[in-house]
Structures are given as C-alpha cells and as structure tokens.
C-alpha cells in the first residue's frame, strides 16, 4: 500500500472495557484534525469481514467518553483466523481505501493485526484494550482501572456484612489466565488471603490459617479468588469440608466488573493512546502496540505484545503475605 496513511480503520476487538469508547474517541478526533478520513468497523473482525464499515466524524463520537462499553461494538471472530477470512476483510478495507488500522483490544485482537499486516502490509497499530492487564510492554491496560474499582467497591460492601454476621466469604473476581484483578482489589480491601493463577494455591496452608484465626476468635476473613484459579465454589468446598464452623459464604462478581463508567485514569490513558496511535502512523512508526511505562509513550513491536505477558512479581506477593496476617 501507499506509504502515506490518509484513511484509518478503529476497531474494538475480544471481550470489552471501560475507557475503549474513549480511546476511540481519540483516535477518530486526532485523525480528522490531521486531515484523515476514519472509519470505524463494527464488531471487530467480524465487521472488517462482513463490510460493516462506517465513516466516523467529530460529531460521532460526541458524548461517550463516559460510557463503558464500545460504540463499535465488539465480538470474536473464527473466520478472521484463517487466510481467507483475512483476505476477504482485506478486501473490503481495499475498496474503501483504508490504509492504517488501529485495534484495540487484546492479545488475541493483536495476533490478528500482527496476521493481517504480514500478510498484506496494512501498517496496523494496537491499543491494549483488556480488563485483565496481562500484556506486557504498558504500566496499565485501557479498562483495568475501572474494573478493579468495582471490584474494591462490591468487597468493601461485602465485609461490612461479612463483619455483621462473623462470615468467611469467599470473593471471585474476573482473571482467568491473570491475577491482576484478584490482586490489586484483594490488597485493597485488607483480603485475608488473595488466589490468583500465577501462583499455585497451597489449600493446605490456606486451610491451617483459618484454623489458626479461628482459635483467635477472628471470624471475619475475605478470601478474592481470580477465576483462573480454582473458583470461588470449588475453594468453598474444601473449606466447608475442613472448616465446618466457619459460616462460609460465595459472592461471584463476574461481568459486573468490565461494565461501568470508566474512572478517569482509564479515560486518560485511552486518550494518550488513542492520540499517540494516529501520530504514529503519520510518522511511520507502525506494526506496534502503545503502552504506556512510567508515565510516558513506549512501543512495542506487535509481534513481541502477541508473546510477551505481564508478570506478578514477587515483592506484591510478599506483600500480601505479610499484609493479610
């Protein structure tokens, strides 16, 4: 293609999160104020496929900065998974004249990017859009913020019923394959015992520590389980199994904590991206996902971000060891 980007696609792929609506907003306002056509294609790949593509103006994207959700729409899509899919959604971009992408979403939004650049050399660039922060190469992921906050707000009403009754509840958050969530609103909320996927759950030591905190009259305990490791139901089983004075309790936050509004950390750092992805395909800085690392723009080359994970480090684990005693 030509090496002037002159008409960009935004999409919104994989599951949804708060502050996706404004990095949107961003993208579309940069690239009209830039003299760029944008378009913005519904439902992710599934959208670029079926040709459900839409020219986006200043007006269109008035008044969402506020709202979660995504204005586009978002889905998974299998058919965008082999070549002909690709080739198809590559066509309908052709015929519009699109010439740069930018995708926010994933992972796995982003392995698609990276496919679809290699193979046609459309310059593509991703935005982390996920609630999970499990990408590495950015401080924080468009979405985490807010979904963390729901999340510290629904335990903290959780344990003043807990207290009023001297319950143990057992909290899951969303993470199937990340701790983050579990983490950050389990140290929040002063959890007495954080499981996350990242770490091998020792049920034994967990057991002995109710045990323990029973003989010292302390009734009340919060245990935050990420959804990737074990589950709420399955740790509450073994507890009421070798607990059985403990009035234990399940609460499942599930979807509850990727809707919302977006807190204005996500709103800002979806406008830092979404503004620094159309400079940098105006500056032919492509085929990278923007994160951002200690408060300033950093770049990754998209087929690093499709292989590279966040990792929990050993000081925040160390942390909730001693905090929760």
Not at 87 to 108: F, M, P, Q, R, S
Not at 186 to 212: F, M, Q, S
Request: with cysteine.
């Amino acid at each position: 293609m030509e090496n002037k980007v002159t008409k960009i696609g935004v999409l919104t792929s994989g599951g949804d999160a708060p502050g996706m609506n404004a990095a949107i907003r961003a993208v579309v306002r940069t690239g009209i104020y830039n003299g760029m056509e944008v378009f913005g294609i519904m439902r992710g790949y599934s959208g670029m496929i079926e040709n459900d593509i839409v020219p986006m103006h200043s007006r269109s994207v008035a008044n969402i900065i506020q709202r979660g959700g995504t204005i586009l729409k978002t889905a998974r899509c299998k058919e965008f998974f082999e070549h002909e899919g690709r080739k198809k959604a590559y066509n309908n971009l052709k015929k519009l004249g699109i010439n740069g992408l930018v995708i926010i979403g994933g992972d796995g939004s982003f392995r698609g990017a990276h496919k679809l650049s290699e193979e046609f050399d459309i310059p593509c660039i991703g935005l982390p859009g996920t609630i999970d922060k499990d990408i590495a190469g950015t401080d924080f992921t468009i979405g985490f913020d807010t979904a963390v906050n729901t999340a510290v707000e629904a335990i903290d009403k959780i344990r003043d019923t807990a207290d009023a009754h001297d319950r143990l509840f057992i909290i899951e958050v969303m993470g199937r394959d990340a701790g983050y969530i579990a983490l950050h609103s389990g140290i929040a909320t002063g959890a007495e015992n954080i499981l996350i996927p990242e770490r091998r759950t020792d049920i034994e030591e967990l057991v002995n520590g109710l045990l323990e905190k029973e003989r010292r009259k302390k009734l009340v305990n919060i245990i935050v389980v990420a959804e990737g490791d074990r589950g709420a139901e399955d740790v509450a089983k073994v507890i009421k199994e070798r607990v059985p004075t403990a009035d234990t309790r399940v609460c499942v936050l599930g979807h509850i904590q990727r809707g919302g509004a977006p807190t204005c950390m996500d709103r800002l750092i979806a406008s830092r991206m979404g503004y620094s992805a159309v400079e940098s395909l105006i500056e032919g800085r492509h085929n990278v996902m923007i994160g951002i690392v200690n408060n300033k723009m950093h770049y990754t080359p998209l087929e690093k971000a499709v292989k590279a994970k966040q990792r929990i480090s050993e000081d925040w684990l160390k942390i909730v060891k001693i905090l929760a005693s």
